[in-house]
């Protein structure tokens, strides 16, 4: 089975932007969490998505936005971007809802300027 | 708010040691939690998964224990390899919210 992929792998953003990243879980598995991951805040749980509904949400401001689609994939936005935003974008998925082993996809390495 | 602490943040050893690594949570009232490994640059590698009614688990090499009431889990990695050279981080999802909460990891370097 593939594993998670995301794309893209790298992005280069400037401040106020805003940026589209994409993740597809592992083939039958229908729930996809994010995580943002930072050398000073580590990682931060974003959100998580089960049968196109957001089921549980991080401590972030509204800027960070996403959503799942029917097949599963999902995306996550950020709007107007600030230099704190640089972060490692990570996804993971797993079969059901809540409690199962997570499955990580490789990130996507985002850099704000 | 669940708190997730690893200590220690870095160990070195030599090759053929046992490792133990510590992780350490506040809140007692988890679902479950996980051990990953992350390679540099790298998305994170699940290594165990222990139930909240769990005491440990065993994978090859890797035996993860968990004490639910003192808040510790412990990962121990038996006659470790330079291959085993990695950032090792514990997560706890919480019994009611089922967040995932991640301590800052240990990062280990097995010296050949």
């Known amino acids: 089975k593939a594993g998670v992929t995301q794309t893209p792998r790298y992005l280069i953003k400037t401040r106020g932007q805003q940026v589209t990243l994409s993740c597809s879980p592992i083939?039958?598995?229908?729930?996809v969490s994010w995580y943002q991951q930072t050398p000073g805040q580590g990682l931060q749980f974003l959100f998580e998505?089960?049968?196109?509904?957001?089921?549980n949400k991080g401590n972030f401001p509204g800027r960070f936005s996403g959503r799942q689609f029917s097949n599963s994939r999902s995306e996550m936005n950020v709007s107007t971007l600030e230099l704190g935003d640089s972060a490692l974008y990570l996804c993971?998925?797993?079969?059901?809802?809540?409690?199962?082993?997570?499955?990580f996809g490789p990130g996507t390495r985002l850099t704000v300027l | 708010k669940q708190e997730v602490t690893q200590i220690p943040a870095a160990l070195s050893v030599p090759e053929g040691e046992n490792l133990v690594l510590n992780c350490s949570f506040t809140?007692?009232?988890?679902?479950?939690l996980q051990w990953f490994r992350q390679d540099p640059g790298k998305g994170l590698t699940s290594l165990l998964l222990?139930?909240?009614?769990?005491r440990e688990q065993t994978s090859g090499r890797l035996n993860a224990s968990l004490d639910k009431s003192s808040g510790r889990s412990t990962l121990y990695i038996a006659a470790s390899q330079p291959g085993d050279s990695a950032t090792y981080l514990c997560?706890?999802?919480?019994?009611?919210?089922?967040?995932?909460?991640f301590g800052a990891g240990t990062t280990v370097t097995v010296r050949a």
């Open positions: 998505y089960f049968s196109e509904t957001q089921r």
């Open positions: 083939s039958g598995h229908r729930s």
């Open positions: 809140d007692s009232a988890i679902y479950n």
């Open positions: 993971a998925s797993s079969p059901r809802e809540g409690g199962d082993t997570q499955y």
């Open positions: 997560a706890v999802r919480g019994g009611n919210d089922y967040k995932l909460s």
């Open positions: 222990i139930q909240s009614s769990q």
